[in-house]
């Protein structure tokens, strides 16, 4: 199947700084690409919507000013957690749906700690 | 509204069979999903199902029931690196996924 890698895969940055994460279709060229962060025993929550060469769809309650997203090009989209708070703390999961979109492949996930 | 429901835990033994059940309601359906999540991975994609029906892949199966809004995954010779979450997603008419919260499958020897 396709690949998609993400990265970094853990970071831990301090309170108040910014951190990018950045996805990658690695074999196949996304148009959309999906943000996730899932907490520990929970499921998936759609955070926004990646859209090549035009701005991200974002889910209700999520600030797009707090989680910018950039989708520059067909195989890589970026999310920068801005002014990171220990309440940004979570497993943030990309992933890129096939044309047809029968199938979504999913980045391997990063899991931000913000002390 | 969208909803997705599913058992939150399940235990099965080794070497048996195990069936995970999902039924949902969306706005338009593309299809319904299943996936497998082990603790502190990303999902990885099981099946795909779209028209009614039974799906099988090796040791996994997939049902789809549209009008009933039902769906299940059939894992059969179960092992211990089975052990893991599933997830249940259906596909609405935006194309976007809308996600059970899981399944925590429990093999036990």
């Known amino acids: 199947g396709a690949v998609v890698s993400q990265h970094p895969s853990r970071v831990i940055c301090k309170s108040g700084t910014s951190v990018k994460i950045e996805c990658r279709s690695l074999?196949?060229?996304?148009?959309?690409m999906f943000w996730y962060r899932q907490f520990p025993k929970k499921s998936l929550m759609l955070m926004a919507t990646s859209n090549e060469g035009s701005k991200a769809t974002y889910e209700q309650g999520v600030e797009k000013d707090k989680f910018l997203i950039n989708h520059a090009s067909l195989t890589l989209s970026t999310l920068t957690v801005t002014s990171a708070h220990p309440e940004d703390s979570s497993f943030y999961i990309c992933?890129?749906?096939?044309?047809?979109?029968?199938?979504?492949?999913f980045g391997p996930g990063t899991r931000l700690t913000v002390l | 509204g969208q909803n997705i429901d599913q058992p939150t835990e399940m235990t099965a033994t080794e070497g048996a069979i195990v069936q995970i059940n999902c039924t949902y309601q969306?706005?338009?359906?593309?299809?319904l999903f299943w996936y497998q999540q082990h603790a502190g991975e990303a999902p990885t994609f099981l099946s795909y199902n779209v028209l009614d029906g039974l799906e099988e892949k090796g040791r996994f199966s997939s049902f789809l029931s549209r009008s009933k809004g039902y769906s299940y995954l059939l894992l059969k010779e179960l092992q211990m690196k089975d052990s893991a979450s599933y997830l249940c997603a259906s596909m609405d008419s935006n194309y976007q996924l809308i996600w059970g919260a899981g399944t925590k499958l429990i093999i036990k020897p």
């Open positions: 969306t706005s338009g359906f593309n299809g």
């Open positions: 992933s890129a749906p096939t044309r047809a979109y029968n199938e979504q492949f």
């Open positions: 074999d196949f060229q996304a148009t959309t």
